[in-house]
């Protein structure tokens, strides 16, 4: 793609992203710090959640909410410099061994190097539905936003409202979807140098820590689970944005999601032949 037509994509995506921060929530009522012996902390009168990390422990934070279907919307601003050998984990899952799971990770890498957003969806218990880009900015030198839309037929990933991911409900095909589990918002700073950078070959530089990522702008237009049911939002098909319940990627979105894939897609599973010699997954072949 020439120059100024990804120019152009670019700024259009920076103003719609814009959009998604009007109802920003506040951590001290969405949100529980739940491991780090204080390396988390809410601060700005519940308008800022850090986590750090150092040798001896990560942190990480939970949603006092599940929620069943809904748009969560987060901004982060990760973890600069040398963040090799760390991971960024921002994710929605339930619980137990056929537990569902929809995935942000960044791993990160060596100063001056990109990070890796890797994404991935369980359902049932079963991931292995890896896909992985490098971004067209970089996430540690101010807030990005980073989205899931996930309805009872899509899950979508977005990066500053831009699509990068459109998991379809394939049920019919005999495809599982997450759409009968609650799921909690969680995220995490941990070290995982034994595998996050090139494999594990790049290890955790303790010298730079305590490394810190930072949250802001926490919304979730979705509904709630409380006593065994799902409690949703009033769906306004005529305000922009309010009809998520509905909502599927339009042909500017799809062309979008297929610019990024074309020129930031690093990794996917549905093209990995070596690691499934007896077959893709049966969705590889229905997208």
Request: with cysteine; aromatic share 14%.
């Amino acid at each position: 793609m020439a120059f100024s037509n990804k120019l152009s994509l670019l700024v259009i995506f920076s103003c719609t992203c814009l959009l998604s921060i009007a109802n920003a929530g506040n951590f001290y009522q969405d949100f529980d710090i739940t491991w780090g012996d204080g390396r988390g902390k809410i601060v700005n009168n519940g308008q800022l959640l850090t986590l750090s990390l150092d040798k001896t422990s990560g942190s990480g934070f939970q949603s006092r909410h599940e929620y069943l279907f809904g748009k969560i919307d987060m901004q982060l601003k990760l973890v600069p410099g040398n963040s090799a050998g760390t991971v960024t984990a921002y994710y929605l899952s339930s619980q137990g061994p056929t537990h569902d799971e929809i995935d942000f990770e960044f791993l990160g890498n060596l100063t001056g190097e990109p990070y890796t957003l890797h994404t991935n969806v369980f359902t049932q218990g079963k991931g292995n539905r890896e896909m992985q880009f490098k971004l067209w900015f970089d996430p540690t030198k101010d807030f990005h936003s980073y989205s899931i839309l996930w309805n009872p037929r899509h899950v979508i990933f977005m990066v500053d409202n831009v699509p990068i991911r459109d998991y379809k409900n394939l049920e019919a095909k005999g495809i599982s979807f997450p759409k009968n589990q609650p799921m909690r918002i969680y995220s995490s700073l941990w070290n995982a140098d034994d595998w996050a950078t090139q494999g594990g070959l790049i290890k955790t530089d303790w010298s730079k820590a305590p490394f810190t990522a930072a949250y802001r702008n926490f919304n979730a237009n979705a509904c709630v689970w409380s006593s065994g049911s799902a409690k949703c939002p009033p769906m306004q098909t005529a305000v922009a944005g309010d009809n998520w319940f509905n909502q599927e990627l339009d042909s500017t979105s799809q062309a979008r999601m297929r610019w990024v894939q074309r020129n930031y897609m690093i990794y996917n599973y549905c093209t990995d032949g070596k690691r499934f010699p007896q077959g893709l997954p049966p969705e590889c072949h229905m997208v």
